[in-house]
């Protein structure tokens, strides 16, 4: 025979790895709850309808605009000594993402809050449960004078008198008439209502006046307004809001736009206006220091007689080329005098004359000439005639007359000579001095040129974009183009349905957050994985609650309701019979629980008689002194009973009763209640009771106390072979687990198994509902 508390063991152990959640039990568990549900989902349906016919629905309002970059000044404007281009704030680059964060600024939509008081909110009755909005159809106009912030929010109501006096009405107050235009202080602070052109349709109508605080407006629709880009290389941009009141948000988005476009031409403007002063006050400080380089320039070339630096440099190459070349002439026409001088100084030299090649003096080459002419015939002579000979006196006083003449000529040009030699080298070391200067004058003017041309064009450049910049201050047009007004987009089709959506959720997850709050107080257990995971104890089997007419659902099987039940039980014999030891002779099942109230009773006396009615002589004896119930299910006496047997009032045949209607069941009350009926358990008379019973009855059966009050549980697991502890569905509290778990881990209770009861809706623990398979 297969030992079925094993298998269950491993059947537990495999759920306890199992952690998956499973919906079937969630949902049988809250099935039962169906009419809370259905009541929830009629509330919130009606509530959803309500909402879609009396709110107005909120609309998306959307412009595009493109924020065009002027910036088109090409690189090559900028010169090579600094870049101008930063000077230029007017026509600067415009960055998409800072100019949709001043977009956003406070100052500019605070500019449309003020200029629509997008604070005030104006209504009039229209119906029961509906206020119809004068946007831009007031007949009148708060208008606040003087107020401390933060202004708390509040509505006035304007009772409209005639076409120049109204009464300010509320719950509290009366506070009489005023005049239209008058100033009237509060507790928010002085205030005024001017009327419009339209007071007179509205006589006698009553106004309400909704006043927030500015500021919290103006940060509400800081929060509300939506600016993207369309692609991020890209200049064009969305603005969008979303209002219920359509014509509100176009006037919104579209004159945020105008303020923003007057914002940026005042911008550019201001700009431009520092920019010209800056220019002009820069273009007055160049001119002097232009004028004053100039004449710097103009002193240094007239105190140092300079015209072109380089053209005067080649005159003086060519004055010092010149001078040179008359200097080394000079030098040369010197040294033949100087030869011929040194000739005529030597006494008796009648040799050949010195050459004149390069003298210049024609007298003196002449008187060299003729002295070469009287040196050769004096020679032709002195080869016929000797030297004395009276023919040489006149030829040799012709050379002495001539070498006298030569020698006075010669002192008289050497000495012209040396004073001309002399000026020349005078003349050379002032020009070498000059040549020298040459290039400290260069670099002295170049600076003062290079310092002249950069202020020339920065004065220039500077004129330029004054030019540039007057032009575009003239202009006044702004850089933004309005791609789209502000217009409507289409209503999602899912927006419509979203109160309904909420609906659905909110009547749905009402009741079960009620119920789930419900079971988290009540803290009881609800399904079969919830005990078999806690405890370790295998569930053997499960019984549904029904309303029965008779505790012993045996007595009335012709009633389909019964079905179920009895085909549990039947189960759960089968299931017995399969946990009791192999070629058993007898079987003790002990039948306790946690708490009163879990359906011991009723267990104990419905398996005891379907294990009669398989021909088993079955005994089932009233453990429970303190609510005895099982002798009240069969009808039969109380007395004499268990306790009377342990006191020696009574015998076992006087304590045993038999049951008329199931022949092999056989009853043993509880009898009068003692007070050591705990210590009696253990005394041999109540052994040898239970010996006796084994001996007779093929089923023992044993109905005790709650074993976690009553300690007679554990007293009488010793004599018992199977124990069957009761879980109630909805009513064992999870805080017991502990409990069950420490008495299947230390083996108080022999083979224990768990009888989860009660379980509602005609499902089983894991939700399955049981099938109405009867014959009818």
């Known amino acids: 025979m297969i030992d079925l508390s094993i298998a269950n063991n491993k059947y537990s152990q495999t759920n306890n790895n199992n952690d998956v959640i499973k919906l079937r039990p969630l ?116 208008n606040l004078l003087n107020y401390t912030a933060p202004i708390i929010p509040q509505k006035l109501k304007f009772k409209i008198i005639d076409a120049d006096t109204y009464i300010v009405t509320s719950a509290k107050n009366n506070s009489g008439k005023h005049h239209f235009g008058e100033v009237v202080t509060d507790k928010t602070g002085s205030w005024s209502i001017t009327a419009n052109n339209n007071i007179n349709r509205y006589v006698d109508s009553v106004v309400e006046v909704g006043i927030n605080d500015p500021e919290a407006t103006i940060l509400n629709y800081q929060n509300s307004l939506k600016i993207e880009a369309q692609q991020k290389p890209a200049t064009v941009i969305n603005i969008s809001v979303n209002d219920n009141n359509v014509k509100r948000g176009e006037d919104f988005i579209n004159y945020l736009v105008y303020f923003y476009r007057q914002a940026e031409v005042s911008e550019k403007n201001r700009a431009a206006k520092n920019t010209l002063q800056f220019i002009d006050n820069r273009l007055d400080s160049l001119s002097g220091q232009l004028n004053n380089a100039e004449s710097k320039i103009e002193g240094y070339r007239s105190q140092n007689e300079l015209t072109d630096v380089n053209a005067q440099s080649q005159i003086y190459l060519q004055q010092m080329q010149l001078n040179g070349e008359k200097l080394n002439d000079i030098n040369i026409q010197l040294n033949i005098i100087n030869k011929i001088e040194d000739y005529l100084n030597q006494p008796g030299n009648n040799g050949s004359v010195p050459s004149t090649l390069g003298i210049t003096d024609q007298h003196l080459v002449d008187l060299v000439q003729k002295l070469s002419d009287a040196q050769l015939e004096r020679g032709k002579l002195l080869a016929t005639l000797p030297e004395k000979n009276p023919a040489f006196e006149p030829l040799n006083n012709e050379i002495a007359g001539l070498k006298v003449a030569i020698k006075e000529n010669i002192k008289n040009i050497k000495a012209s000579m ?25 670099h002295q003017l170049a600076g003062m040129g290079r310092q002249q041309s950069n202020k020339s064009a920065l004065y220039n450049y500077l004129l330029q974009q004054r030019e540039q910049i007057a032009l575009t201050y003239a202009s006044s047009a702004s850089n933004v183009r309005l791609v789209d007004a502000a217009h409507i987009l289409p209503l999602k089709a899912s927006k419509k349905y979203i109160p309904f959506g909420i609906a659905f959720l909110f009547g749905l997850l009402f009741p079960a957050g009620f119920i789930y709050g419900k079971d988290l107080v009540k803290n009881a257990v609800h399904s079969r994985k919830e005990i078999e995971q806690n405890t370790g104890v295998p569930v053997l089997s499960e019984f549904s609650f029904l309303e029965l007419a008779s505790p012993i659902i045996f007595n009335n099987k012709n009633n389909k309701d019964n079905f179920i039940l009895i085909e549990q039980f039947r189960h759960l014999r089968s299931r017995l019979t399969l946990l009791n030891p192999s070629d058993p002779k007898y079987a003790v099942t002990l039948i306790t629980s946690s708490a009163a109230n879990e359906g011991k009773s009723f267990i104990s006396s419905n398996l ?71 210590e009696l358990l253990d005394q041999e008379l109540f052994r040898n009771l239970v010996e006796k019973l084994k001996a007779d009855y093929d089923q023992v059966l044993f109905d005790t106390p709650p074993v976690h009050s009553i300690n007679d549980a554990i007293t009488l697991a010793k004599y018992c072979d199977i124990t069957l502890y009761l879980v109630r569905y909805n009513h064992t509290s999870k805080t017991l687990f502990p409990f069950i778990q420490k008495l299947h881990e230390e083996e108080l209770l022999p083979k224990m198994n768990i009888i989860f009861n009660g379980l509602t809706g005609g499902r089983d623990s894991e939700g399955y509902r049981y099938e109405n398979y009867y014959r009818n």
């Open 27 to 142: 949902l049988a568990r809250y099935s039962n709850y169906w009419p809370l549900f259905a009541f929830s989902f009629a509330i919130a349906l009606v509530c959803a309808l309500i909402y879609h016919k009396y709110v107005q629905p909120t609309y998306e309002i959307m412009a595009t605009l493109e924020i065009q970059d002027v910036s088109d000044n090409p690189p090559a404007e900028k010169t090579s000594l600094v870049d101008f281009q930063q000077l230029d704030q007017v026509n600067a680059p415009k960055v998409v993402e800072n100019e949709m964060e001043i977009l956003k600024s406070n100052q500019v939509i605070k500019q449309v809050v003020d200029h629509f008081q997008l604070w005030a909110d104006y209504k009039i009755k229209n119906g029961i449960m509906k206020d119809r909005e004068l946007y831009d159809m007031s007949p009148i106009k708060i």
């Open 418 to 442: 040396l004073t001309t030699r002399q000026s020349l080298q005078g003349f050379k070391s002032s020009v070498q001095s000059s040549i020298k200067n040459v290039p400290v004058q260069e």
């Open 608 to 678: 005891a008689v379907a294990l009669a009615n398989t021909s088993k002589k079955t005994v089932l004896i009233e453990m429970d002194i303190y609510k005895p119930n099982i002798s009240k299910i069969f009808g039969l006496s109380g007395t004499p009973g268990l306790t009377d047997y342990l006191k020696g009032k009574a015998d076992i045949k006087n304590i045993v009763q038999n049951c008329e209607k199931y022949p092999n069941l056989s009853i043993i009350a509880s009898g009068e209640f003692i007070d050591d009926f705990s």
